[in-house]
């Protein structure tokens, strides 16, 4: 006789009928994640609501009341020394994953990174006021903010569970997920960066009416605020001691692995016994957690025409802006855009499409995911080519905006091109949906794939890709000017569009052994348990 399960039996382990057959939903959020999903959420907020301004604080001269600015660098220059930074920044993970995942810990990491950010943000502030600018000052101050600020970019809270069968509210019983779990989160600390990133807004009003050193001063002040709940409550958090021998034992892995012609299989402890009578310190579920890792990475790799494309959001497109009708809004004001169609965009995604389809049981994996990403963002720099080729069309300096003899009025303000600023709305929410669905996803997947001792290591080399992109930009800043403008957005567009393609083409097979995951942990556990019944039978025979 089948027995009867009441409430009081759940929650319980989900067998691998259950977790093929169930819905699956989120689990139960532990308060320390959201306690650092908002001090992330308030250190990008400063992040945003400063380098918004650094491109017009770069390109234009003081003085210009249409076109902010301080050191007159040029848009060429400036896009360079964006690109720059963003290359910095963006390879500063690696040595602090090194280090915190060997020496001191994600916890003193964190911490060192803020105290940084802080330290970097007020050498801005004092560099930027009108005294220091006259002084000659503010490049050096920027160069050194830049240094701090990038080594400031560079904690693991959810703890690992096994699938459990819960009933809802509704008695329907459900499998909570550690994968959508995580795709949880990271959607909502990108939803809270993006309400963060309205920060732009103020401090860009501030720049243009008030000056650049208050614009940088109240960013500075939020991230200060922001550190004391990190501090205070530490001893609620998850604090994992550093792994001091992952990363050699993964490192000797990986020369193994290119020693025998790239066959990871080699490293294996019972493959080294056989073949070279050696005993390794690592086990064979280390080596298959390593290539577990080693996809996640070369889905990493794929990520670089992506930031390349994105980056232009940070210099190149808030410079086009700059040469359109801006009708009572600064050219980098408008950049809020971006963010307000991913506070719209991003519940919709994850609170109503993702349900939905998980409802009609429509698989929507991550590898799909960035896919349609990367054509949300080719479908967002073309949509920034033909705006370019409208803005060329109209006067009164059709392929040179703000360049030639006629772009300054009788009052002597600077006349840009005919075009409503407002005509970069879509192309802030085409990549608004791209920023979701691959940054999202990617974070999602890494983490997911990641080995646990090396966790912060691969999540890091994401930041690799970016920092590609971001010298590729740098090759590209002797074009980021009139009149090659609209041939860099097209080429740019294409070469994103043609990636997509072949991303899906190689990494498609992956999201069925993603979505699989959890059914193959829970196979493992009853071969475990089923091993252990049986040894308890024999000894408890005698035999």
């Known amino acids: 006789m089948e027995a009867i399960e009441d409430q009081n039996t759940f929650p319980r382990d989900a067998t691998p009928e259950e977790i093929q057959t169930l819905i699956h939903e989120v689990d139960e959020i532990p308060t ?48 360079i020394i964006q690109n720059s930074f963003l290359f910095f920044q963006y390879l500063t993970p690696l040595p602090f994953a090194l280090i915190s995942d060997m020496w001191i810990g994600r916890y003193k990491t964190m911490l060192i990174c803020l105290g940084l950010l802080v330290i970097g943000y007020m050498v801005l502030v004092t560099t930027s006021i009108p005294g220091a600018l006259e002084h000659g000052a503010g490049i050096g101050g920027l160069a050194t ?41 990271f959607s909502g600390y990108y939803w809270m960066v993006n309400v963060a990133s309205l920060s732009s807004i103020p401090t860009t009003l501030m720049e243009k009416h008030i000056d650049f050193w208050a614009a940088y001063l109240l960013p500075t002040c939020i991230l200060v605020v922001a550190v004391i709940p990190v501090t205070i409550w530490n001893k609620r958090l998850i604090k994992l001691s550093p792994q001091g021998n992952a990363l050699p034992q993964a490192g000797q892995i ?20 056989l073949h070279h009578n050696r005993h390794v310190p690592w086990t064979a579920s280390f080596v298959e957690e390593i290539r577990r890792g080693l996809k996640g990475c070369r889905v990493i790799i794929c990520f670089v025409v992506f ?27 408008i950049k809020a855009l971006n963010a307000i169609a991913c506070i719209i965009m991003g519940p919709l995604i994850q609170s109503v499409i993702f349900p939905f389809l998980r409802r009609r049981r429509i698989s929507f994996g991550p590898i799909l995911r960035m896919t349609v990403a990367f054509f949300f963002i080719a479908a967002g720099i073309a949509y920034a080519a033909g705006l370019q080729h409208l803005i060329y069309s109209r006067g009164p300096c059709y392929e040179y905006p703000l360049e030639c003899p006629i772009s300054v009025d009788d009052m002597g303000d600077p006349r840009p091109n005919e075009v409503s600023v407002w005509f970069q709305t879509p192309l802030h929410f085409l990549l608004a949906v791209g920023e979701i669905l691959g940054l999202v996803s990617l974070n999602e997947y890494t983490y997911s794939e990641a080995p646990t001792d090396i966790k912060a290591m691969v999540q890091a080399l994401q930041q690799v890709a970016a920092a590609i992109g971001a010298a ?10 009139n009149p090659w403008l609209l041939i860099m957005y097209a080429s ?3 070469t994103m569009a043609i990636s997509a393609i072949l991303f899906w083409v190689a990494f498609r097979k992956y999201d069925a052994t993603y979505a699989n995951k959890d059914a193959k942990t829970a196979r493992d556990r009853e071969i475990r348990g089923d091993i252990e019944d049986k040894g308890d039978i024999a000894s408890a025979s005698g035999l």
Do not use: H
Request: proline letters at 4%; hydrophobic letters at 40%; glycine letters at 10%.
């Open 32 to 79: 320390t994640v959201w306690l650092l999903t908002f001090t992330g959420a308030a250190s990008q907020l400063a992040r945003y609501g400063i380098t918004v301004a650094w491109q017009n604080y770069l390109q234009n001269p003081r003085g210009n009341e249409l076109l902010p600015g301080a050191l007159n660098l040029g848009q060429s220059k400036a896009t």
């Open 492 to 494: 740019l567009a294409g």
């Open 145 to 185: 903010t830049m240094v701090l600020i990038g080594l400031g970019q560079g904690a693991d809270q959810i703890p690992d569970a096994t699938p459990k069968v819960k009933r809802n509210k509704k008695g329907e019983l459900f499998v909570t997920d550690r994968m959508l779990t995580i795709q949880y989160v």
């Open 472 to 481: 590729i930009g740098i090759a590209l800043g002797p074009v980021s000017k």
């Open 254 to 273: 990986f020369l193994i692995t290119c020693r025998s012609r790239f066959r990871l299989s080699a490293a294996n402890p019972e493959y080294q016994i």
């Open 307 to 333: 930031w390349l494309c994105y980056n232009q959001t940070t210099n190149n497109i808030i410079s086009q802006a700059g040469q359109m009708e801006q009708q009572g809004v600064s050219n980098d004001t």
